[in-house]
């Protein structure tokens, strides 16, 4: 293939437009955020499930509470009422009265085990709700982490993304100004070769594998017409020949 030098020189800047391209888009994976947003969105989600979980058992001890105060309630409703049959002389019967204060005697110690149910149920709401409040304040200590480090990885990628599209208008304009045929070539040479396709000759090396030619391969380059598009034997890479090829 043959291309004017001037058009081999420009590939040149295309290929150092591509290597910043590769810069940015690298820079912008490995954007420290990335990571520390990974690790803080698995701790969000682990405190807020054990929050949820936390809120679910005050709710279920809420109720576990309020059903053992209404069975004490129950309890000493009866107990009055038993005690104002007692207190009111209308049981005549030596057996009933025995039976009554014997009944009395049992609902005052179900009342006295119900009420110690009540207590140690408080107890675990009480330690559930510090748990809640506990968790509550860990996820929002962490959300804002979270907010903070979504703030500053946009901030980057966007700072990031300006410069890439600025980049890639500047490689477009100078691609358009380069035979088709040979950014073709490029390109194909460019993904096969990790990026880079033309590389410049300096001083008798590649700079695309920093291999230094051999004198055969010196001499053919010598020999070559200066339209002529010379490819490294060791790399395939596109040779770009300039003032300090040292040939």
């Known amino acids: 293939m043959n291309a004017e030098p001037a058009d081999q020189i420009r590939l040149l800047d295309v290929q150092a437009l591509d290597v910043r391209l590769s810069q940015l888009a690298h820079k912008r994976r490995s954007l ?10 698995k701790d969000l989600v682990q405190q807020r499930d054990l929050l949820v979980a936390a809120q679910t058992e005050e709710s279920d001890t809420a109720r576990e509470q309020t059903k053992a105060e209404q069975d004490v309630d129950q309890v ?3 107990a009055v009422r038993d005690q104002q049959r007692l207190d009111s002389g209308a049981v005549g019967s030596p057996r009933d009265l025995e039976n009554l204060q014997r009944e ?3 609902l005052a ?3 006295g085990d119900l009420e110690d149910v ?7 709401r009480e330690s559930a709700a510090e748990r809640v409040a506990e968790l509550t304040e860990r996820v929002a200590s962490l959300q804002t982490r979270t907010d903070d480090a979504t703030a500053r990885r946009d901030a980057a990628t966007a ?18 100004s380069i035979p088709a045929d040979l950014v073709a070539l490029y390109e194909k040479i460019r993904v ?8 410049k000759l300096y001083q008798r090396r590649c700079l695309g594998c920093q291999i230094e030619l051999d004198i055969a391969e010196v001499n053919e380059v010598k020999a070559a017409a200066a ?3 010379v490819r490294h034997e060791n790399c395939g890479r596109i040779l770009v020949r300039t003032a300090d090829s040292g040939i």
């Open 109 to 111: 110690k179900r009342q």
């Open 32 to 41: 420290p955020e990335h990571a520390e947003l990974d690790s803080l969105t």
């Open 159 to 176: 700072e990031l993304d300006t410069e890439t599209e600025t980049v890639t208008k500047d490689r477009a304009l100078i691609v358009s």
């Open 118 to 124: 009540v207590l140690e149920v408080m107890e675990r």
């Open 192 to 199: 096969k070769q990790g990026g880079v396709g033309a590389a």
């Open 227 to 229: 339209n002529k598009v």
């Open 76 to 78: 000493r409703q009866r």
């Open 104 to 106: 009395i005697a049992s």
